[in-house]
T-cell receptor, first 113, second 115 residues
C-alpha cells in the first residue's frame, strides 16, 4: 500500500539536544512538507520541498532544518535553537499541480523533558 | 492578513442527525479548498475538496458548499455516526510554489457525536 510513514511515533528529548524525525513516502510525490501542530490549534508550515535537493522555509522555520537527498525521504531536524519544540509533527506530500490534495503521515509527537 | 477561520470551535450532534461545520476564509485569490478529518493522535485525513469554479461537491455522506460571495465554506455530514467524532479542518490554497501546494489551515472544529 502506498503512503507516508513517520518514525518514531513518540520521541522524548532532553533540552539542548538535536533530534531528527523521519518521513518516508512511496507515493512517488514530488513535493513534501513538514507541519507543526500545537494542542487545539491548526497546522503551521515549517519547511517544504518541491523536488530533490530543494527546500524552502515555511512560516515557522526558525530552529528547524531539513534535507531532501532522495525523492522518498524528507527528514526534519529539531535543533536546540527551537525554543518550544514540544508539539505534534506532521509530514505530508503531494503530487503536484495535477495531483490530489496534500496527503499526511501519522505524525510524531515530540516531548522535550 | 489573509486567514482561514472556523465559526465554531465545538459542535455536538445526536447520532443519525446531520452535521454542518462552517469555515470562513478571507483570501479572495484562494482557488482550492479542502476539508480534513483528524482523529486524536493521528494525521489529518482527506475528506473532500472543491475548486473555486464550483459551488457544491458531494462525496459519500459528505457535501461541501462554497459561497465565494461571502467567502464561506461548509461541510455537511449526513446521518452522523460515532466514527465521525473528530476535529475537522478546512484549508485553502492560493496556488503552487513549483510543485508544492501552499495550504493555509483553520484552527479546527471538534465534532462530538452523542449516542
Amino acid at each position: 500500500d502506498g503512503g507516508i510513514t513517520q518514525s518514531p511515533k513518540y520521541l522524548f528529548r532532553k533540552e539542548g539536544q538535536n533530534v531528527t524525525l523521519s518521513c518516508e513516502q512511496n507515493l512517488n510525490h514530488d513535493a513534501m512538507y513538514w507541519y507543526r501542530q500545537d494542542p487545539g490549534q491548526g497546522l503551521r508550515l515549517i519547511y517544504y520541498s518541491q523536488i530533490v535537493n530543494d527546500f524552502q522555509k515555511g512560516d515557522i522555520a526558525e530552529g528547524y532544518s531539513v534535507s531532501r537527498e532522495k525523492k522518498e525521504s524528507f527528514p526534519l531536524t529539531v535543533t536546540s535553537a527551537q525554543k518550544n519544540p514540544t508539539a505534534f509533527y506532521l509530514c505530508a506530500s503531494s503530487a503536484g499541480k495535477s495531483g490530489t490534495s496534500n496527503f499526511f503521515g501519522p505524525g510524531t509527537r515530540l516531548t522535550v523533558l | 492578513g489573509e486567514s482561514v477561520g472556523l465559526h465554531l470551535p465545538t459542535l455536538s450532534v445526536q447520532e443519525g442527525d446531520n452535521s454542518i461545520i462552517n469555515c470562513a476564509y478571507s483570501n479572495s485569490a484562494s482557488d482550492y479548498f479542502i476539508w480534513y478529518k483528524q482523529e486524536s493522535g493521528k494525521g489529518p485525513q482527506f475528506i473532500i475538496d472543491i475548486r473555486s469554479n464550483m459551488d457544491k461537491r458531494q462525496g459519500q455522506r459528505v457535501t461541501v458548499l462554497l459561497n465565494k460571495t461571502v467567502k464561506h465554506l461548509s461541510l455537511q455530514i449526513a446521518a452522523t455516526q460515532p466514527g465521525d467524532s473528530a476535529v475537522y479542518f478546512c484549508a485553502e490554497t492560493t496556488g503552487f510554489s513549483g510543485s508544492a501546494r501552499q495550504l493555509t489551515f483553520g484552527s479546527g472544529t471538534q465534532l462530538t457525536v452523542l449516542p
